[in-house]
């Protein structure tokens, strides 16, 4: 039994004094953005209450995303667009992931990296000094395969990175196939492996499938930065100095979200605002279970807690 008097060996959902119990128990709310905040170009209902609620009592809010076609900049405008006022401090998307990644390890500023992506990883690389090739650019490139045709990659790619990318195409492929394959030591990162994501109120291929392409074509695995792997996690545990028992993740994908934060010891609530549906929490297949689940974040509103 816990503090709230419920058994908490499977998932609870959300109530007026669970929430309450909820929000007293921890200092920060790590909150996924697609399916949490917004889906697509669409603010979900509440969420701008619901976040005021939680600054004034003094919970810090951190907003990480596996979406890696915006940058840490371009997230925090997409905020105010809603009317919301974010801090770019506050918002770890994937593509910052990857150049964090990057930076961690010492990557030589003389390699280069080769970009299967959108512009928020072309801007977070290139924030921390790196030289990058591909991305948006190469999406309008055409190849012609005959006989005599050779393609042509750079040697000093020492890193391919791979996240969602609406401009794939098979010189893309090519290029970053040869370059795992071909250049001595070159690095294959992931941003994430989310199978679909909401890039308008419709599931789309998320970063996923072009992850798994390249998987194909070079018989190698990714490193992943974005969650649950738990790189992320050790980056924001550095950063903020807060204990994961107090930290709540709060999604609305099973093998992201909620993996991330059960992995890392935060506890975690499962929202229906996105991808993921009751049958599919209830299922015999399901195997990871949150500490609480509810339709959508506006419901920690239930809470009772003064202060």
């Not at 667009?81 to 506050?90: A, C, D, L």
Request: aromatic share 10%; charged share 20%.
């Amino acid at each position: 039994m816990d503090d709230t008097g419920t058994d908490d060996s499977r998932p609870q959902f959300l109530s007026s004094q669970n929430a309450e119990f909820l929000i007293n128990s921890v200092d920060a709310f790590l909150f996924d953005c697609d399916g949490v905040i917004w889906k697509g170009d669409t603010l979900i209902d509440g969420v701008p209450e619901t976040l005021e609620m939680l600054r004034s009592k003094g919970k810090k809010l951190v907003f990480v995303t596996n979406n890696s076609t915006k940058s840490r900049k371009q997230y925090a405008k997409k905020f105010q667009t809603f009317g919301i006022s974010v801090n770019e401090e506050e918002i770890f998307s994937s593509s910052f992931a990857a150049a964090a990644y990057l930076k961690s390890i010492n990557f030589p500023k003389e390699k280069k990296v080769y970009v299967i992506g959108e512009e928020g990883i072309l801007e977070e690389l290139e924030l921390v000094g790196y030289t990058c090739l591909g991305g948006p650019e190469d999406g309008n490139k055409r190849i012609q395969l005959n006989s005599n045709f050779f393609f042509e990659h750079d040697k000093d790619v020492g890193a391919v990175v791979v996240g969602l990318d609406q401009y794939i195409n098979y010189y893309k492929l090519q290029y970053g196939t040869l370059c795992i394959r071909e250049n001595s030591g070159c690095l294959f990162i992931a941003t994430n492996r989310d199978a679909i994501g909401h890039l308008t109120s419709q599931e789309w291929p998320g970063a996923g499938t072009m992850v798994a392409a390249i998987c194909g074509s070079t018989q190698k695995e990714p490193i992943v930065v974005g969650k649950p792997s738990t790189f992320m996690m050790d980056f924001l545990l550095e950063r903020f100095q807060i204990d994961t028992p107090k930290m709540c993740m709060v999604g609305d994908r099973l093998d992201t979200d909620i993996l991330f934060g059960k992995n890392a010891g935060c506890k975690t609530l499962l929202v229906f605002s996105g991808v993921t549906t009751t049958s599919d929490l209830q299922g015999p297949t399901n195997s990871i279970q949150p500490d609480y689940y509810t339709s959508t974040v506006s419901d920690l509103m239930q809470s009772r807690l003064t202060m």
